[in-house]
């Protein structure tokens, strides 16, 4: 999987490799049993320090994308372990209220907004 950093963007590094790796697994690119490069690796390929590495495979642990085999490294979760929580559900109400904010004062309309939301969705299904 190919991650692209924007040094420029005032979305942190460490966010922007958590969110593609996430999307890799929505889409297929990722799949189950697939193993991520290294810390050091991973670092190394980004020109990043290793401790930001680190915490995106600790937070992806923790949220239960990533598992850690001692033999086999970094590897991408069973999709049966992924749960949708309380504590997902208010995240992804806690970072939906600005983007939903934003279309409301642009003048984007329920229905066109829905469409925008329903197209990405079917676009990480239909690449499964």
Known sequence: ???SL????????YVQIRNQIIEGIASGKLLPGDTLPSVRQMASDL?????????VYTLLKQEGFLVVH???????????????????LEK???DLKPIVAESICRGLTK????EKCLN?????????
């Open 1 to 3: 999987m190919l991650l």
């Open 6 to 13: 924007d040094m420029q963007s005032e979305t942190p590094i």
């Open 47 to 55: 020109g990043i320090n290793l401790h930001t590495v680190n915490k």
């Open 70 to 88: 001692r033999k086999s490294g970094v590897v991408v979760n069973e999709y049966k372990e992924f749960k949708v929580t309380d504590s997902f």
């Open 92 to 94: 992804m109400e806690s």
């Open 111 to 114: 229905e066109k907004f829905l």
């Open 120 to 128: 990405i969705y079917e676009e990480f299904r239909d690449n499964k």
